[in-house]
């Protein structure tokens, strides 16, 4: 099993600027993705960004340049650093980890509110 706990949301204004980090503990260590995805109100939870084991990231359009997400596997934590908020980034953003059968396992989430 493995537990996932996020940290780092809040309000902030747009143009501003968030780190979220979450903590990944229990058999975590054979993780082959880390990330982070989000769930605006009324929308489906999309992926955000993430980190390969091999330390390849990828990232959604929406967040390209703005969004970027950081992998220390020594420590199991994943952070998303994220940059030039802006209104249509508010949600509850949800660390997830996925081993190399596909499964995926998922933090409590943390809310983001950016304000105008």
């Known amino acids: 099993q493995v537990q996932l706990v996020e940290s780092g949301g809040g309000l902030v204004q747009a143009g501003g600027s968030l780190r979220l980090s979450c903590a990944a503990s229990?058999?975590?260590?054979?993780?082959?993705?880390m990330g982070w995805f989000r769930q605006a109100p009324g929308k489906e939870r999309e992926f955000v960004g993430g980190?390969?084991?091999?330390?390849?990231?990828s990232y959604a359009d929406s967040v390209k340049g703005r969004f970027t997400c950081s992998r220390d596997n020594d420590k199991n934590t994943v952070s998303l650093q994220m940059n030039t908020l802006k209104a249509e980034d508010t949600a509850v953003y949800y660390c997830?980890?996925?081993?190399?059968?596909?499964?995926?396992?998922w933090g409590q989430g943390t809310r983001v509110t950016v304000s105008t």
């Open positions: 997830a980890a996925e081993n190399r059968a596909g499964y995926r396992y």
């Open positions: 229990g058999r975590s260590s054979s993780m082959y993705f």
């Open positions: 980190v390969a084991w091999d330390g390849s990231a």
